[in-house]
C-alpha cells in the first residue's frame, strides 16, 4: 500500500524566516493531496488541498508544491510567525477513500 | 460548519478491560474513520465505515472492533485493552464520492491504559 515518508520530525525557525516540509510517497497513481495544520492540544484541520493536475498552490502565508515525476509534496511556510507553530501533516489519497499520512512535522516558530 | 463529537475527550482503562470511545457528527457525511495518534508520530487508519450497520478495517485493525449503528454514529471498542493502546484516537467524516474530499476530524479521546 501507499507508503507516506515525511522530513524532517521537527523543525524550528525564527520568526520572519521560511520553514520548508516535504513528503515522499510511493503510489504513483496518488491523486489527490492534502496539508493539515495540528496546533497543541487541538484536532487536525484542513490547511490545503491540491489535486495531480496543479504544481504550484498558493495559500494565505504558504506554498505548496507538487512533483509528481519525484513523488514530493512539499509545504513551503514563507515569513512564518508565532502562529504557525503547530503539527503539520501531509495526506495522500489515491481515490480509495482512504487517506495515508505522513509521520508530521512539529513546526516551532522563534520570536 | 461540520461538527465532529467525540466523547470521552480522555479516559484511563486498566489492562484487560473493555473501552468504549463514541463518534457523533451531524455533517450528513456517508463516511466515518477512526484514527489513532502515538506521541510524535501521524495517523494511522483503525477503522472505517461508509454505511450505517458496515464497516472496513483500516490498516492496523488487530485489537480493535468498531460499530456504525446509524449514519451519525460511529463507535471504536477495544474488547481487552492493551499498554500498546495508549494514544489519542480521532474520528473523522467525509462525504468521500470518489477522491479529494475533505476529512473534518473531531477534538480526539485521550486514552491511557494502565
Known amino acids: 500500500g501507499e507508503q507516506v515518508e515525511q522530513r524532517p520530525p521537527h523543525l524550528s525557525v525564527r520568526e520572519g524566516d521560511s520553514a520548508f516540509i516535504t513528503c515522499t510517497y510511493t503510489d504513483p497513481n496518488s491523486y489527490y493531496f492534502f496539508w493539515y495544520k495540528q496546533e497543541p492540544g487541538a484536532s487536525l484541520q484542513l490547511l490545503m488541498k491540491?489535486?495531480?493536475?496543479?504544481e504550484i498552490n498558493e495559500g494565505q502565508g504558504f506554498t505548496v508544491l507538487l512533483n509528481k515525476k519525484d513523488k514530493r509534496l512539499s509545504l513551503n511556510l514563507t515569513a512564518a510567525h508565532p502562529g504557525d507553530s503547530a503539527a503539520y501533516f501531509c495526506?495522500?489519497?489515491?481515490?480509495?477513500?482512504?487517506?495515508?499520512f505522513g509521520g508530521g512535522t512539529r513546526l516551532t516558530v522563534r520570536p | 460548519e461540520a461538527a465532529v463529537t467525540q466523547s470521552p475527550r480522555s479516559k484511563v482503562a486498566v489492562t484487560g478491560g473493555k473501552v468504549t470511545l463514541s463518534c457523533h457528527q451531524t455533517?450528513?457525511?456517508?463516511?466515518m474513520y477512526w484514527y489513532r495518534q502515538d506521541t510524535g508520530h501521524g495517523l494511522r487508519l483503525i477503522h472505517y465505515s461508509y454505511v450505517a450497520d458496515s464497516t472496513e478495517k483500516g490498516d492496523i485493525p488487530d485489537g480493535y472492533k468498531a460499530s456504525r449503528p446509524s449514519q451519525e454514529n460511529f463507535s471504536l471498542i477495544l474488547e481487552l485493552a492493551s499498554l500498546s493502546q495508549t494514544a489519542v484516537y480521532f474520528c473523522?467524516?467525509?462525504?468521500?464520492?470518489?477522491?479529494?474530499?475533505?476529512?473534518?476530524f473531531g477534538s480526539g479521546t485521550r486514552l491511557t491504559v494502565l
Open positions: 473523522a467524516s467525509s462525504d468521500w464520492t470518489g477522491g479529494g474530499e475533505t476529512l473534518y
Open positions: 455533517n450528513n457525511h456517508d463516511y
Open positions: 495526506a495522500v489519497d489515491n481515490a480509495g477513500a482512504k487517506l495515508t
Open positions: 491540491v489535486f495531480s493536475s496543479t
